[in-house]
């Protein structure tokens, strides 16, 4: 039987494999478990192995598709999964009600069949339906398949990384171990993915709701001087904007700038990473004038960012472009946030992931060829004594092409310390003179590497479980006229990535702008 069904199944993912809109094939076809009997098997209903085989080949399943439904029943031993003796499962309900959430969120009416939903339907009603079984066998099999598809559609995303400039290497979900561990859990507090998608798609279910309730009205305001204690109609438009969106009670609709409505604008201001001073200026006007239409939008599109992210690591550095900042997180606890500076739109910052090995202070800065030759080489043409008034020197001659480096000093572009994470696009964290651009909201302004406001902070935690690194030591090495690289004892992974909306620790919802236009990008492949 066993020969057969490989034989059987074989052939018709080979059949199916050689026409032209195939795919290739890259999940292995694994044995059968036949170590399941009727002693320890979950429930007695089983099928046959032809009619797997057989439904493939009428629904017109390929490869990887295939062999994932193959597998699964192969490692049950044939088992059905989605009933028992007494009718559907739990587990079966639990995954029919995501089914047709999912449905109706995506719109998606070939998702299910009028068949498949009408006897859906009738199996969550108390009374057992009566059915064939050949038709049990059906929707059985019509249930996997449909499983398959929703991880497809709802984990695994529906846009190329790498289209999107997006080179950290994506989780790898396993179909069939997915599978089993959603029959295991019942369908109870079942993530598959990263808790960070979790947290987002929770914060959309609400604005889903706001939309479908109308929305929010827009605010016209003349008077950006607006301030506690201050009575104006544009005072009543802002508390009704901010009570559609549950920010603030729908109850107070007076004309009277209160403290309550303060906190609200301040809590809001914090939501877009706007100084928390409790007045309407134009930037908060700008944020609260974005329909709930574009911000549902913009959380879909970080979610489908957040499908990609491979699976937290407990100790890890996390720098969001949009936001500036950079996060530090030790056993998964959040030990630090710095302000950064990133590349300037026509310098875009990089987005992937490598590991933290090593520290330099007081690091030479190699001028990369670029800067030479659209800044250094105009700038000495102008004065024959720029290098030497900006700490420079000639290393060589490579193509007629000076090889230009900045000696360590406090001049130097890279600041007094950077830290490397080795890399193929030769970014890395650093230093910078220039402190004055951390007191800027909008912070992109570097050439692609990162900039960081307290590169000793940062340098003092990673070598912590070094003892002969104290602080003394570091502001030592981070002002001598030589270099020095420390090699750390536990590499720490490094995550540089690009959310506008997620959920923060605090359980806070935040926003940010789409200063790249990647969100623009993705919006293109998933919307249209």
Same mark, same amino acid.
């Given at each position: 039987?066993?020969?057969?069904?490989?034989?059987?199944? !074989?052939?018709?993912?080979?059949?199916?494999?050689?026409?032209?809109?195939?795919?290739?094939?890259?999940?292995?076809?694994?044995?059968?478990? /036949?170590?399941? /009997?009727?002693?320890?098997?979950?429930?007695?209903?089983?099928?046959?192995?032809?009619?797997?085989?057989?439904?493939?080949?009428?629904?017109?399943?390929?490869?990887?598709?295939?062999?994932?439904?193959?597998?699964?029943?192969?490692?049950?031993?044939?088992?059905?999964?989605?009933?028992?003796?007494?009718?559907?499962?739990?587990? &079966?309900?639990?995954?029919?009600?995501?089914?047709?959430?999912?449905?109706?969120?995506?719109?998606?009416?070939?998702? !299910?069949?009028?068949?498949?939903?009408?006897?859906?339907?009738?199996?969550?009603?108390?009374?057992?339906?009566?059915?064939?079984?050949?038709?049990?066998?059906?929707?059985?099999?019509?249930? /996997?398949?449909?499983?398959?598809?929703?991880?497809?559609?709802?984990?695994?995303?529906?846009?190329?990384?790498?289209?999107?400039?997006?080179?950290?290497?994506?989780?790898?979900?396993?179909?069939?171990?997915?599978?089993?561990?959603?029959?295991?859990?019942?369908?109870?507090?079942?993530?598959?993915?990263?808790?960070?998608?979790?947290?987002?798609?929770?914060?959309?279910?609400?604005?889903?709701?706001?939309?479908?309730?109308?929305?929010?009205?827009?605010?016209?305001?003349?008077?950006?001087?607006?301030?506690?204690?201050?009575?104006?109609?544009?005072?009543?438009?802002?508390?009704?904007?901010?009570?559609?969106?549950?920010?603030? !009670?729908?109850?107070?609709?007076?004309?009277?700038?209160?403290?309550?409505?303060?906190?609200?604008?301040?809590?809001?201001?914090?939501?877009? &990473?706007?100084?928390?001073?409790?007045?309407?200026?134009?930037?908060?006007?700008?944020?609260?004038?974005?329909?709930?239409?574009?911000?549902?939008?913009?959380?879909?599109?970080?979610?489908?960012?957040?499908?990609?992210?491979?699976?937290?690591?407990?100790?890890?550095?996390?720098?969001?472009?949009?936001?500036?900042?950079?996060?530090?997180?030790?056993?998964?606890?959040?030990?630090?946030?710095?302000?950064?500076?990133?590349?300037?739109?026509?310098?875009? /910052?990089?987005?992937?992931?490598?590991?933290?090995?090593?520290?330099?202070?007081?690091?030479?800065?190699?001028?990369?060829?670029?800067?030479?030759?659209?800044?250094?080489?105009?700038?000495?043409?102008?004065?024959?004594?720029?290098?030497?008034?900006?700490?420079?020197?000639?290393?060589?001659?490579?193509?007629?092409?000076?090889?230009?480096?900045?000696?360590?000093?406090?001049?130097?572009?890279?600041?007094?310390?950077?830290?490397?994470?080795?890399?193929?696009?030769?970014?890395?964290?650093?230093?910078?003179?220039?402190?004055?651009?951390?007191?800027?909201?909008?912070?992109?302004?570097?050439?692609?590497?990162?900039?960081?406001?307290?590169?000793?902070?940062?340098?003092?935690?990673?070598?912590?479980?070094?003892?002969?690194?104290?602080?003394?030591?570091?502001?030592?090495?981070?002002?001598?006229?030589?270099?020095?690289?420390?090699?750390?004892?536990?590499?720490?992974?490094?995550?540089?990535?690009?959310?506008?909306?997620?959920?923060?620790?605090?359980?806070?919802?935040?926003?940010?702008?789409?200063?790249?236009?990647?969100?623009?990008?993705?919006?293109?492949?998933?919307?249209?």
């Amino acid at each position: 039987m066993f020969r057969q069904l490989i034989a059987t199944v !074989s052939f018709v993912i080979l059949v199916i494999s050689c026409s032209n809109n195939a795919g290739s094939r890259s999940v292995a076809l694994m044995p059968r478990d /036949t170590t399941i /009997t009727e002693q320890n098997a979950f429930t007695l209903l089983t099928l046959d192995s032809s009619a797997v085989a057989n439904f493939i080949s009428a629904e017109g399943i390929v490869n990887d598709e295939a062999v994932n439904i193959v597998n699964f029943y192969n490692h049950r031993n044939y088992q059905y999964a989605w009933f028992n003796e007494d009718g559907l499962t739990e587990q &079966g309900e639990a995954f029919w009600n995501l089914h047709q959430a999912n449905a109706e969120e995506l719109k998606d009416s070939a998702s !299910s069949s009028k068949m498949l939903h009408r006897y859906m339907t009738n199996f969550l009603e108390p009374a057992r339906p009566e059915v064939k079984n050949d038709t049990l066998a059906l929707i059985e099999l019509l249930l /996997t398949k449909h499983f398959f598809e929703y991880l497809q559609k709802s984990f695994k995303g529906k846009v190329d990384p790498q289209e999107m400039q997006w080179y950290i290497p994506r989780r790898k979900l396993n179909d069939q171990s997915i599978l089993d561990s959603f029959l295991t859990s019942s369908g109870k507090k079942w993530e598959p993915l990263n808790k960070s998608f979790y947290k987002l798609d929770s914060a959309l279910v609400v604005y889903v709701q706001i939309a479908k309730d109308g929305g929010w009205p827009l605010i016209e305001i003349a008077n950006f001087k607006l301030a506690k204690g201050m009575k104006s109609p544009e005072v009543a438009q802002i508390k009704k904007r901010l009570a559609a969106g549950g920010d603030f !009670s729908k109850k107070d609709t007076s004309q009277v700038f209160n403290t309550p409505l303060e906190e609200a604008i301040k809590k809001l201001q914090k939501t877009y &990473g706007l100084a928390e001073t409790g007045k309407p200026d134009k930037q908060f006007l700008a944020q609260v004038n974005i329909t709930v239409e574009d911000r549902v939008r913009q959380m879909k599109i970080n979610l489908e960012r957040m499908r990609w992210m491979p699976e937290d690591n407990a100790d890890r550095l996390w720098a969001n472009i949009p936001e500036f900042k950079l996060h530090v997180f030790e056993n998964n606890k959040e030990e630090m946030v710095i302000n950064i500076v990133v590349g300037k739109a026509a310098n875009r /910052t990089v987005i992937f992931s490598d590991s933290l090995r090593y520290i330099v202070f007081s690091p030479y800065w190699n001028v990369p060829t670029s800067i030479v030759e659209k800044e250094i080489l105009p700038a000495m043409a102008r004065n024959s004594n720029y290098l030497n008034r900006n700490n420079m020197e000639i290393l060589k001659y490579s193509n007629g092409q000076p090889v230009i480096r900045q000696k360590p000093g406090r001049a130097n572009s890279l600041g007094k310390v950077k830290f490397l994470f080795p890399n193929r696009y030769n970014i890395y964290f650093h230093d910078t003179p220039a402190k004055t651009l951390f007191s800027n909201q909008q912070r992109a302004f570097s050439h692609g590497c990162i900039r960081l406001q307290k590169p000793f902070e940062l340098a003092k935690f990673l070598l912590k479980d070094q003892p002969a690194w104290n602080d003394l030591r570091i502001e030592t090495a981070m002002n001598q006229e030589k270099e020095e690289w420390v090699s750390l004892r536990l590499p720490r992974p490094v995550y540089v990535v690009y959310f506008t909306a997620w959920v923060d620790q605090e359980g806070f919802l935040n926003f940010r702008d789409d200063i790249y236009s990647h969100d623009e990008r993705m919006a293109e492949h998933l919307f249209n």
